[in-house]
Nanobody
Framework: QVQLVESGGGLVQAGGSLRLSCAAS????????MGWFRQAPGKEREFVAA????????YYLDFVKGRFTISRDNAKNTVYLQMNSLKPEDTAVYYC???????????????????WGKGTLVTVSS
C-alpha cells in the first residue's frame, strides 16, 4: 500500500503561482510513477501531469504546458507541481496519483490509477 498526502492548495489571484506537494509513504520502494489529476466543480476528473520514477520523463496536459512543472525528490518521497500563470479555469481539487504504468497512458479514458490522495483545493480568483 502507498499513502499519498497532498498539501499546498489555497486561494490565489489570476496570474499568481502555487506549489503543490504530495508526500508518499508506505511501499515507496516499489518505484511508482507519480502525478496529478484535477477535478473542477461539475466536471470529470482530468489528467494534469505525471513524472516517471527516475524523474527522467514527464508528461503534461496540453492546457498546462509551459505553465506547470512537475518534479520529484525520491529521497523525500515527494512529488511537486509548480503552477505559474494560474487562470480561473485552473480552479479544481488537485489529486496526487501513483501508478506503475507508462505515464503517457495516464490520460487515456478509463485508465486505472493504483493509488490516490484525498486532494487539495486550488481556487484561482479573477
Amino acid at each position: 500500500q502507498v499513502q499519498l498526502v497532498e498539501s499546498g492548495g489555497g486561494l490565489v489571484q489570476a496570474g499568481g503561482s502555487l506549489r503543490l506537494s504530495c508526500a508518499a509513504s508506505g511501499r515507496t520502494s516499489s518505484r511508482y510513477a507519480m502525478g496529478w489529476f484535477r477535478q473542477a466543480p461539475g466536471k470529470e476528473r482530468e489528467f494534469v501531469a505525471a513524472i516517471s520514477w527516475s524523474g527522467g520523463s514527464t508528461y503534461y496536459l496540453d492546457f498546462v504546458k509551459g505553465r506547470f512543472t512537475i518534479s520529484r525528490d525520491n529521497a523525500k518521497n515527494t512529488v511537486y507541481l509548480q503552477m505559474n500563470s494560474l487562470k480561473p479555469e485552473d480552479t479544481a481539487v488537485y489529486y496526487c496519483a501513483a501508478d506503475r504504468g507508462t505515464i503517457t497512458a495516464w490520460d487515456t479514458p478509463y485508465y486505472g490509477i493504483t493509488y490516490w490522495g484525498k486532494g487539495t483545493l486550488v481556487t484561482v480568483s479573477s
